[in-house]
C-alpha cells in the first residue's frame, strides 16, 4: 500500500523557520521524483519544490533562498527545510511522489506563519 505522511506543520511568526518531512511508503521511493505543494482556500495547488532522484532540485521563485529540499533515498523521506518564513508562505502542504504518469499524493500538513 502506497503511503505519503507528512509531518512538521505548525504555528510560526514570520521570520522564523520550520522544517516539514515526508515518509514513504509501497513504492520504489528512489526512482521517483518527490515534490512538495502548497494550498490555500481559494486557490489552485502550487509547486514550491521538487526534487529528481539524482538529487537536482527546482524551487518556485517565490521561495527561492529561503526554503531547501532534500531527499534521504535509504531512509525513504524527502525534507523541506523553510527559513525566513513570510504570512503567505501559510497554507496546507502536501507530498507528491511522481514517476512518468504515476502520481502520489500525502494527505498534507497545515503551516500557519503569524504576522
Known amino acids: 500500500q502506497v503511503q505519503l505522511v507528512e509531518s512538521g506543520g505548525g504555528l510560526v511568526q514570520a521570520g522564523g523557520s520550520l522544517g516539514l518531512s515526508c515518509a514513504a511508503s509501497g513504492f520504489t521511493f528512489s526512482i521517483y521524483v518527490m515534490g512538495w505543494y502548497r494550498q490555500t482556500p481559494g486557490k489552485q495547488r502550487e509547486l514550491v519544490a521538487s526534487?529528481?532522484?539524482?538529487?537536482?532540485?527546482n524551487y518556485a521563485d517565490s521561495v527561492k533562498g529561503r526554503f531547501t529540499i532534500s531527499r534521504d533515498n535509504a531512509k525513504k523521506t524527502v525534507a523541506l527545510q523553510m527559513n525566513s518564513l513570510k504570512p503567505e508562505d501559510t497554507g496546507s502542504y502536501y507530498c507528491k511522489a511522481t514517476l512518468l504518469r504515476v502520481e502520489y499524493w500525502g494527505k498534507g500538513t497545515l503551516v500557519t506563519v503569524s504576522s
Open positions: 526534487i529528481t532522484r539524482g538529487g537536482t532540485a
